[in-house]
């Protein structure tokens, strides 16, 4: 799969670096040509370039950027986003007295719902914020025995298959969690899980599988 990378920081090279292992063309993209050049040798990715020559490299874009320029990079480049599928991986998130609380305004308000009417021709996938950038880091993200479980939310069924398809090369799970409405969903999650992880506790701790409660009813035939 051919992907472009819109951003330069932590996220965009872990995701970017667990795409060239899985095999794809990787090009990163920035508004600081060093900076891209940097990023994309760090990862062995096969080129870099400017957000514009980043974004129309291929079918799948990687927005990478702080939640709230991402809808305003969508806007600009929505020409070039036309017909590819946007992955977005931001956390509107912002610090406050009891923690961390997302920026958005609550209900299906997300940052992935703002690119898709910033870019309305372009499929928009909720995706990949849910994990810290150093899980992207691991050859093959399997816990506890099973691959990881990559939770999304996409606004086409071609963003969909495309978003599921490029999770299942990294050697782990798409787990679909419905259409882009419910994108919102996934952000706060995110927020939660790391406002746990700050405060030192384990957010995996908090999901046990029914099935292993005695006396489950997943236990029944």
């Not at 606004?155 to 299942?168: F, K, M, N, Q, S």
């Amino acid at each position: 799969m051919r992907i472009g990378i819109l951003g330069t920081g932590s996220m965009a090279t872990a995701l970017g670096g667990a795409w060239v292992r899985a095999g794809h063309h990787v090009v990163v993209g920035g508004r600081n040509a060093a900076a891209a050049a940097r990023a994309a040798a760090r990862i062995g990715a096969a080129g870099h370039g400017g957000l514009t020559e980043a974004a129309a490299c291929g079918e799948a874009v990687l927005m990478a950027v702080p939640a709230d320029s991402a809808p305003r990079l969508a806007r600009e480049l929505a020409p070039v986003l036309a017909g590819r599928t946007v992955l977005d991986c931001t956390v509107p998130m912002a610090a406050g007295p009891d923690g961390p609380s997302p920026t958005t305004a609550g209900g299906t308000d997300s940052v992935a719902a703002r690119i898709s009417a910033a870019a309305p021709d372009a499929g928009v996938a909720k995706v990949f914020g849910i994990c810290h950038e150093s899980i992207w880091t691991l050859p093959r993200p399997v816990f506890e025995g099973a691959p990881l479980a990559v939770p999304f939310c996409a606004g086409t069924p071609a963003a969909a298959d495309l978003t599921a398809e490029l999770i299942t090369s990294m050697g782990c799970s798409p787990l679909s969690c419905g259409g882009l409405s419910r994108a919102a969903l996934l952000e706060s999650a995110a927020v939660l899980a790391a406002g746990v992880w700050w405060s030192g506790g384990e957010a995996r701790h908090v999901f046990p599988s029914p099935a292993l409660a005695p006396g489950a009813v997943d236990d029944e035939p």
